[in-house]
């Protein structure tokens, strides 16, 4: 499966903003997917991921009540919808794709990436 991410951009504090990775060469459903994130000088971190039936089975605790995911089976493509963005929610944001079974939260456990999208957030 291919994976591409949009929706990035310059944001204020408090601003919401979503980001799509659309699939492509395979459908989505079989993968269970999530989001990470890459802050400048930081290494990449897991912050949320959704299983294939579409639920939500892990989360980063710093986006808890403010971040949430979906997927459309039918557009073969997955949302992440930002609330409440913060200075420190900055980084290049990338989607991936694995076949494991669980609530993966390692990067080394994904095996599809996109190449990522820039959300920057100002005070």
């Known amino acids: 499966v291919q994976l591409q991410a949009s929706g990035g951009g310059l944001v204020q504090a408090g601003s919401s903003l979503s980001l799509s990775c659309a699939a492509s060469?395979?459908?989505?459903?079989?993968?269970?997917m999530g989001w990470f994130r890459q802050a400048p000088g930081k290494e990449r971190e897991f912050v949320i991921g959704?299983?294939?039936?579409?639920?939500?089975?892990a989360i980063k605790d710093s986006v808890k009540g403010r971040f949430t995911i979906s997927r459309d089976s039918a557009k073969n493509t997955m949302t992440l919808h930002m609330d409440g963005l913060k200075p420190e929610d900055t980084a290049v944001y990338h989607c991936?794709?694995?076949?494991?079974?669980?609530?993966?939260?390692?990067?080394?456990?994904?095996?599809?990436w996109g190449q990522g999208t820039l959300v920057t957030v100002s005070s």
């Open positions: 060469g395979a459908r989505i459903r079989s993968y269970y």
């Open positions: 959704i299983n294939r039936s579409g639920g939500i089975t």
């Open positions: 991936a794709a694995t076949t494991i079974v669980g609530a993966p939260t390692k990067s080394s456990d994904y095996y599809y």
